[in-house]
């Protein structure tokens, strides 16, 4: 699956995010849904493999997209059956083995199921099928996943921010005049800049704007205080 940007009459109030992630996306079937995982904003194609279980009545297959700037690109759509072992499916089976025997680190362990949570700390393991060749699992931090996140997040901050400095700013959009809150916004491009100035303080009378503009940035300057704090103690 692949989502690609399209053009919008919307145009934003900054420029367009690099990084977002959509979760936006359900399976309809007669009665159900299904919501997908989040899915990147790329051209390139992305994985995505979720349990339909729960629509045991699937006939057919409906897309929702709330999006209507994104198309979703889809491809290669496979519907299968996790205990079907290499084509062969029992067609009353009592029940499936799911008696995990595993060795890890050279010693021997045994599960009640394929699902073993308990070897490495906050992972768990989905046991799919045997091999006799050793198998090497890495667990490393998802940095590249973690900027994306931290990305979406402080553009969606900063844009928020925006909004509620132009409307409820006390500057009135008087003709030929600058203002000082959009001069602020640099990366405006001339079409952006107009929209704002025309909701120039269009709210200024709003209190609840400017407390919710404070909550804001008492939620994230106590959260940078935490994370300078926890990096202190560390060090000492």
Known sequence: MSIINLESDHKLPLKERKYIQINMIKIHSGTNSLELPPIN?????????????????????????????????????????????????????KSFAENAKVKFDGVDVERDSNTVNDLIPNVTLNLKQASDDTIVVRVEP????????????????????????????????????????LEEWSYFSDEEREEAYKNLGILRAELALKNLRSRLELVLLRAIAVLIFSFIMELI
């Open 142 to 181: 998802d940095y590249e996943g973690i900027k994306k996140l931290l990305l979406d997040f402080l553009v969606a901050y900063n844009q928020v921010l925006a909004e509620i400095n132009i409307v409820s700013s006390n500057e009135s959009n008087l003709e030929g005049q600058k203002s000082d809150v």
């Open 41 to 93: 904003v790329a051209s390139d194609f992305e994985k995505v493999e979720v349990e339909i279980g729960s629509l045991l009545d699937l006939k057919e297959i409906n897309i929702e997209n709330k999006v209507n700037n994104k198309v979703f690109v889809i491809r290669n759509i496979e519907i299968f059956d996790p205990k079907n072992r290499d084509g062969f499916l029992p067609i009353n089976a």
